[in-house]
């Protein structure tokens, strides 16, 4: 979870504008498909358009502890009967300095998934925020 907009900047900005973050997964990344030994399903985004979306891949590719960052909180989603991507939707919509969340599917399925954790709304386990924040400090900002 990128808190590159630090909370001391959002709580300052708050009062002037609402805020939105954009790419709240990480090109859904979190959602550990990537993870695969395999790199994850040739349909998916940064498989299906490989060499050509450079933005993405220079934020999201091999880099110091990207792997790492989406494990630990994909196994953390997984070990609170979650989907990654729910656990990160959920925990932007637990932040009082945001608007609204911007959200992206490329198919029904992943729509699907984001309605669903949309609906469960944001997180209130301070347990699990707890361990989101530990796995933040260990690997701070692995996508700037």
């Given at each position: 979870?990128?808190?590159?907009?630090?909370?001391?900047?959002?709580?300052?900005?708050?009062?002037?504008?609402?805020?939105?973050?954009?790419a709240?997964?990480?090109?859904?990344?979190?959602?550990?498909?990537?993870?695969?030994?395999?790199?994850?399903?040739?349909?998916?985004?940064?498989n299906?358009?490989?060499?050509?979306y450079a933005?993405?891949?220079?934020?999201?590719g091999?880099?110091?502890?990207?792997?790492?960052?989406?494990?630990?909180?994909?196994a953390?989603?997984?070990?609170?009967?979650?989907?990654?991507?729910?656990?990160?939707?959920?925990?932007v919509l637990?932040?009082?300095?945001?608007?609204?969340?911007?959200?992206?599917?490329?198919?029904?399925?992943q729509?699907?998934?984001?309605?669903?954790?949309?609906s469960?709304?944001?997180?209130?386990d301070?347990?699990?925020?707890h361990?989101?924040?530990?796995?933040?400090?260990?690997?701070?900002?692995?996508?700037?």
């Amino acid at each position: 979870m990128v808190k590159r907009f630090s909370i001391t900047t959002a709580s300052s900005c708050v009062h002037v504008t609402d805020l939105l973050p954009v790419a709240f997964s990480c090109a859904l990344l979190l959602q550990g498909k990537y993870l695969a030994a395999h790199g994850g399903p040739p349909q998916a985004r940064l498989n299906k358009y490989k060499g050509r979306y450079a933005e993405a891949e220079s934020r999201y590719g091999p880099k110091p502890n990207v792997r790492e960052a989406v494990a630990a909180y994909a196994a953390l989603a997984w070990n609170h009967n979650m989907s990654p991507t729910s656990l990160a939707l959920r925990f932007v919509l637990g932040n009082p300095l945001l608007a609204s969340a911007v959200i992206g599917a490329s198919d029904v399925q992943q729509l699907m998934e984001l309605l669903q954790a949309a609906s469960e709304g944001p997180l209130h386990d301070e347990e699990l925020l707890h361990a989101i924040d530990k796995i933040h400090q260990r690997y701070p900002n692995p996508t700037p």
